[in-house]
């Protein structure tokens, strides 16, 4: 059974951009792309560089889904689901994410 952890306030994350947060000892990054409660959570480590970046990798749409850039090595991860686009077998792990009463939750346990 999951929990929700409260993470920060929604006004924290700045449309267009996203955040790192420490959830059960993992460094999950928080992308909110619009300046709406739409968000996604996904690792923050980039498997390619075994780095954690992701948080501040660019934002893109391509084909009616959004991507996440790596700003070391360029690999793009769906934010919906963590897919590696270039490398399936490179992917990460994503998190349910919600806003309540203006807070950011992540689901956790």
Known sequence: M??????????AIL??????ALVDGEQIAIFRP????EL???????PFAEASVLSRGIIAEHQQDLW???PLKKQRFRLRDGLCMEDASR??????????EGLVEVACG
């Open 40 to 46: 996604y959570a996904i690792s923050n480590i980039d």
């Open 68 to 70: 996440v850039a790596s």
């Open 91 to 100: 992917s990460v792990r994503s998190w349910p994410v919600r806003v309540r």
């Open 15 to 20: 449309p267009a951009t996203g955040v790192c």
């Open 2 to 11: 999951s929990r929700w952890q409260t993470v920060c306030k929604l006004e």
């Open 34 to 37: 619009r300046a709406d409660e």
